[in-house]
């Protein structure tokens, strides 16, 4: 682990506090360090700030106020209940709202609330994808896994250096600012060229147009610049 300012201000308060017996303060100084490099909890009904986040369906069920979806979010490592009701979205990107699945991906925008008893999100806003592999068996797809792209709004295309097919998905986030991967269905970069930033400034992102990461992007996460990656 890369300790941040906050790690070395949890170590040196902890060691201040136990100096005299710091053999036995080592496990407490470690378990602190842990927690503070933990993803922090984005959800607190006691705000009204809107938040953003990107999550797979686990299970959906029709509420009467509509339909109550368990979302599994990767950035917090666990699931939250979102109340989903079309009639109260704002500023809806995309066409109508799909069926909901097991296994589609959303982001979600809107206000922290508590459901049943828990930190909960109820959405002014939704988008979807469906994601499928990206990379076929072999070289080629097959006639079985092009229909499965297509299926999935994909298209086939070659690409990367081996010229080998692939399933390319566009998003319908493409272009939203972001400040982390989190906030979108594929990477969060920079849109410029020649950049002339040091790895660590602080920056906004925009999010990918599609899952096709072959050539060179600029990456933004926890709102800095990360540096640049190259896959060819």
Request: hydrophobic share 35%.
């Amino acid at each position: 682990m890369i300790a941040r300012p906050s790690d070395f201000e949890t170590y040196f308060r902890v060691v201040r506090k136990c100096s005299p017996w710091f053999s036995a303060c080592a496990a407490l100084v470690l378990v602190a360090c842990q927690q503070s490099d933990r993803p922090q909890p984005i959800l607190d009904e006691r705000s009204t700030a809107p938040v953003v986040f990107v999550g797979e369906v686990l299970t959906v069920q029709q509420d009467e106020s509509g339909r109550l979806v368990e979302l599994f979010i990767p950035s917090l490592e666990e699931s939250r209940m979102v109340l989903i009701n079309p009639s109260g979205f704002q500023n809806q990107k995309g066409k109508d709202l799909p069926e909901l699945e097991n296994g589609m991906t959303l982001k979600i925008t809107g206000a922290p609330v508590e459901l049943n008893g828990k930190s909960g999100l109820t959405a002014t806003s939704l988008l979807w994808h469906r994601p499928v592999q990206f990379s076929f068996n072999t070289s080629a797809a097959t006639a079985f896994e092009k229909q499965r792209c297509l299926n999935a709004n994909g298209r086939v295309r070659q690409a990367g250096r081996g010229g080998f097919e692939m399933c390319v998905q566009s998003f319908l986030d493409a272009g939203d600012a972001c400040r982390d991967a989190s906030e979108c269905f594929g990477q969060c970069r920079l849109d410029v060229e020649n950049l002339n930033l040091d790895p660590g400034a602080e920056v906004t992102g925009i999010c990918a147009p599609d899952n096709l990461d072959f050539g060179c992007h600029a990456l933004v996460s926890d709102g800095r610049y990360e540096g640049t990656l190259c896959v060819d």
